[in-house]
C-alpha cells in the first residue's frame, strides 16, 4: 500500500531513503512501507532504547508471541523484526522499528505525528485531555492504563446472583486500539485520538479505510494494512490478530452483551471513526446466546451473532431486512438463518422470502415479556382469537389486562373477545369479576 508523505521537503529534510521499492519525488512523496523495510537514514541505531526493547520482549512474553524470539540477542531480535536494515553503514532503523523501540525525542523529531492522545469529557468539561508518551508499545499501556481507571462496572442480576459487567469490553478495546496504531496513516499530520464521553468511547486513527475496505465489508473483505511491517511485528509478539480476525473480536465482545455493534458510519477518506455506544447489557439475550453455546459445545458464530442482534434490536425483521442490517453476502446469509430457525433462536412466521423472524420465545419468557412475543409473532395473524389463545397457551392463563395490552383494545372489548372465546369452549373462566383470569379448556 503507498502512503502520502507530506512534501519532497520534508524528505528530503529527514533523509527518507530509497532501501526497498524506491520514493517518487514530486510535489508529494509516496512511502511504501511493506514487509520491505522502510528506513530512515538521519535516524541511526543509537535511537533505539534498551528499555523499550525489553518492553517488547517482555510483551511478546505477555501476549504469547514467537517463543524462539526471546533466544536471540539484541541485534538478532531487532533484525528477526525487522526492525532494523543492514546498509555498508550499519544497522539502520526502519520506520517500523523507530515507532516500536526509538527514544521519544528521535520519534518526535523525525516523525512528528506519530503520538496518540487520550481526552475525557463530562458534559462540556475537559476531564482530560493528554498526549500520550512514545514509542508505540509505551502510548498502548498508557491509553489501556487510563481506559482501565475509566471503565466503570455496571451491577446486574444473573439467576439469584449479581454479577459486575464493565462498561465497555476491554478486549475490544484492546483489537480498536491495536487496529488503529497499525493501520493508521503515519504520514498525516494528525495523531490518534481516544475519546471517553458521556455517550461513549470513541477511537480515531488517521488516514480513511485501506483501499478495497469500507464499513460494509468489514467482515468479509481479506486483511488489509497500510504498514505491513508494523502489522506483521504485532502479530509476532502476540499484540495483533495472527489470523485477521480483529473485527470479528469487536464484534463479539459487544453483541454478546446484547449491545450495539461498533459504529464506523463517521468514517471519512481522512480517517477511521470507531464508536462504542454507553448501554447497559442485555443479561437475557447474554444467556441465551451462552445457552445455545453450552449446547453447541463451542462459540457462535460473529455472523449468526450479528444476524441475532440485529433482530433483537428491530424485534422483528424480514431477510431482506436482515440483510440490510448486517451486509453479509446472501448466500452465506441464507444458512445462518436456517440454523438460527433450525436451533430455535430465532421464530419464523410466513412463507418465502418475505417471511418474518422474531428471536425464540425462550428470550421474551425469560424477560416476562410473553405479551410482546406474542403480538410480534401474531403481527400478521388475521384473527383476534388466535392471538389470544397462543398467549394463553405461553403464558398459562390471560386476564382482561393482558389481551388489551396484547391487542391495544380497550378492557370492555377484551372481555368481549374472551367471553366469547369462553362461549365457544376454548377457555374456561376462574374466578369473579375483574379478578378472573382465563385458562385454556
Request: glycine share 8%.
Amino acid at each position: 500500500m503507498l502512503l502520502k508523505a507530506e512534501t519532497a521537503d520534508y524528505a528530503s529534510k529527514n533523509g527518507f531513503s530509497d532501501c526497498a521499492s524506491g520514493f517518487f519525488l514530486t510535489r508529494r512523496i509516496w512511502i511504501h512501507l511493506s514487509r520491505r523495510p522502510t528506513t530512515l537514514p538521519n535516524a541511526s541505531y543509537d535511537d533505539f532504547d534498551a528499555n523499550e526493547r525489553q518492553r517488547l520482549r517482555e510483551f511478546l512474553r505477555d501476549n504469547n508471541g514467537e517463543k524462539a524470539l526471546m533466544d536471540l540477542g539484541d541485534e538478532d531480535f531487532d533484525k528477526a523484526l525487522g526492525l532494523v536494515h543492514s546498509s555498508p553503514e550499519g544497522l539502520i532503523p526502519t520506520v517500523a522499528g523507530l515507532l516500536i523501540l526509538g527514544k521519544e525525542k528521535r520519534i518526535r523529531e523525525l516523525l512528528p505525528r506519530a503520538g496518540a492522545v487520550f481526552q475525557h469529557f463530562a458534559g462540556t468539561d475537559v476531564l482530560a485531555n493528554e498526549e500520550m508518551p512514545l514509542p508505540l508499545l509505551k502510548s498502548f499501556q498508557a491509553l489501556l492504563d487510563r481506559f482501565r481507571a475509566r471503565n466503570s462496572e455496571i451491577e446486574v442480576a444473573q439467576g439469584l446472583a449479581r454479577a459486575a459487567i464493565p462498561t465497555f469490553s476491554e478486549q475490544a478495546f484492546r483489537e480498536a486500539l491495536v487496529n488503529a496504531f497499525c493501520h493508521r496513516d503515519y504520514t498525516s499530520l494528525n495523531r490518534v485520538y481516544v475519546r471517553l464521553t458521556d455517550d461513549g468511547l470513541e477511537i480515531t486513527s488517521p488516514g480513511g479505510f485501506v483501499s478495497g475496505v469500507s464499513r460494509e465489508n468489514l467482515l468479509s473483505v481479506e486483511p488489509h494494512t497500510r504498514n505491513a511491517l508494523l502489522a506483521d511485528v504485532l502479530k509476532r509478539i502476540g499484540l495483533a490478530e495472527q489470523t485477521g480476525i480483529g473485527i470479528d473480536r469487536i464484534l463479539e465482545e459487544n453483541l454478546l452483551y446484547g449491545r450495539p455493534g461498533p459504529d464506523y458510519s463517521e468514517s471519512n477518506s481522512d480517517s477511521v471513526r470507531v464508536f462504542f455506544p454507553k448501554c447497559e447489557p442485555d443479561i437475557t439475550f447474554f444467556e441465551l446466546i451462552l445457552g445455545y453455546q453450552k449446547k453447541l459445545g463451542s462459540r457462535i458464530s460473529v455472523q449468526s451473532l450479528i444476524v441475532l442482534s440485529a433482530v433483537l434490536f428491530a424485534k422483528r425483521l424480514n431477510f431482506s431486512g436482515i440483510a440490510a442490517a448486517t451486509h453479509i453476502p446472501e448466500l452465506r446469509l441464507k444458512r445462518h438463518v436456517a440454523r438460527l430457525v433450525e436451533d430455535g433462536l430465532l421464530e419464523a412466521r410466513g412463507n418465502g422470502r418475505e417471511r418474518d423472524f422474531i428471536l425464540s420465545p425462550k428470550f421474551y419468557k425469560a424477560q416476562k415479556r410473553v405479551i410482546e412475543h406474542v403480538r410480534q409473532a401474531g403481527i400478521m395473524a388475521v384473527k383476534n382469537e388466535d392471538l389470544i389463545m397462543q398467549l394463553v397457551r405461553e403464558q398459562g392463563t390471560a386476564t382482561r389486562s393482558d389481551v388489551a395490552d396484547l391487542l391495544g383494545v380497550s378492557l370492555q372489548t377484551a372481555y368481549r373477545l374472551l367471553k366469547k372465546l369462553v362461549e365457544d369452549g376454548a377457555l374456561v373462566r376462574e374466578g369473579a369479576k375483574r379478578r378472573s383470569v382465563y385458562r385454556e379448556a
